[in-house]
């Protein structure tokens, strides 16, 4: 999608850094009902009444679709409430034109309360240069106050998606030949986003990609999942959305062990520069990304290690690399398995009488000890040549596919 006129500008993000402990208190239950929830409304762009570009077997109403249902997905368990344009291909507003169609997008958008507009697309060109991500937000010449958040929205969408690999196709606000302002001056191109301003609600239209030139990379169900965790990303860290007390804990179950925030910040000082020692943030990134990008989030586990040390493992979750950090969690550390090549359970349950005292033959702890204690005291976790002492409760009889 092109519009008429383009002016690129600059937009400045929100500071959302905060300095908070490593383990900051959870909210109450009661504190966390009772909190406002921001509404964002996702429009998976055009339907099947209302197509847009397609190439091939790809058509952009169904890969749009995909990614709004993931970020949808992603959002989930956070103190927002997401609303969806459309809820399957057909046309949300039957027998519309296209122009009602989207003028009625917004009008949703505006009955359900929205402080947020999102729209999802893909780049229509006829060559195959053109590919990457570009995000268009709202002109600033009438209602500045909205292209001032609209613009910085944009600009952490087109951070997140630029993180992915794609390349850097900017963020622009773009203004129409013929539609004007109740000002006089030169409206917004893009229909969506110039009916939002005029209700007030801040909006970005996100090209994720070339049609084209993209094509075999939007091909890819795995592709599209994680382009929209990564505008759930954006709009997290924009929006400084927290996950409920209950989600919060369980994620810190599910993934302690293989996931340390202190050190996960103390080895990235890109990421200690952004998210600071903010554990959500922080195991947000780890599972949208740093996962993917082979980054090490604690002193006793690394993903590509123990994925290609245990092969029953790699056939239960094969390119699932969060079961991976889950397994390890829930059942890895109490079979003594080894998550990286330089903590050795044994060895380290063996050399050190004082720990043998406190937690006996629960290898777990010693895992959760190194990683609290071991590592910053500079403790010996290295191999001993002793066998792991036996576990009780009957943790041998888990499975890898407990872990998920």
Known sequence: MKGNIWRRAAASALSLALAISLLPPLPTDAATSTAPKLNIMLDPGHDAHHGGTHYGSLEEHVVTFKIAEYCKAALDGYNVNVYMTR??????????????DLAARVQKAV??????????????????????????????????????????????IEDRLCALGLRRCGVFAAYSKTEKNPDGSAADDFKVIRE???????????????????????SSEDALRRLGEAD???????????????????????????????????????????????????????????LREGRVASPVFDVNYYRTTYPDLAAAFGDDLSAYARHFALCGMREGRAGNGAFDVAGYMSRYPDLTAAFGADTMLYYLHYIACGYYEGRDAGPSGEAVPEVASGAEEESAQDGQ
């Open 87 to 100: 809820d399957s291909m057909a046309c949300p507003f039957p027998g519309s034109k296209q122009m009602e």
């Open 111 to 156: 009955h359900t309360g929205c402080s947020a507009y999102i729209s999802f697309h893909i780049n229509d060109t006829v060559s195959r240069r053109g590919n990457g991500a570009t995000v268009y937000y709202q002109t600033a010449d009438y209602r500045p106050d909205l292209s001032a958040l609209s613009g910085g929205l944009a600009s952490a």
């Open 196 to 218: 939002s301003k005029y209700y007030g609600i801040p909006a970005v239209l996100i090209e994720h990609a070339y049609m084209v030139a993209d094509n075999s990379y939007l």
């Open 232 to 290: 759930a990303a954006a709009i997290i860290s924009y929006y400084g959305l927290e996950k409920t007390s209950a989600i919060r804990e369980q994620l810190k179950t599910e993934y302690q062990g293989a996931f340390d925030a202190r050190y996960y910040a103390d080895s990235y000082p890109d990421l200690f520069a952004t998210f600071g020692y903010d554990a959500d943030s922080l195991l947000q990134h780890y599972l949208i990304c740093g």
